[in-house]
């Protein structure tokens, strides 16, 4: 099992794929970064509030670096 917490973006894609066996599709991908570049919404305000802003930014940073997104940054708002 990976750490609780990653700390790198090869064990937070070990962490996704292997340890919870999410596929990392670009649908699943651009749905995250949706929730997570939203700051009013309930579960980026979770997320915050466990993890920090700069955990989120990390990850939004890891999300945006997965081949095949159908979306680049430009296409959604500033977090």
Known sequence: MSAIIPET???WRHCIEHDCGIALTAKFV???LAILCEP???ETRRF???YGEAHRQRIVAWFERIP??????ASRPPP
């Open 9 to 11: 973006f090869e064990e």
């Open 30 to 32: 651009e749905e995250r």
């Open 40 to 42: 009013r919404h309930e």
């Open 48 to 50: 915050v509030r466990h």
């Open 68 to 73: 095949g997104r159908a979306a680049g940054p």
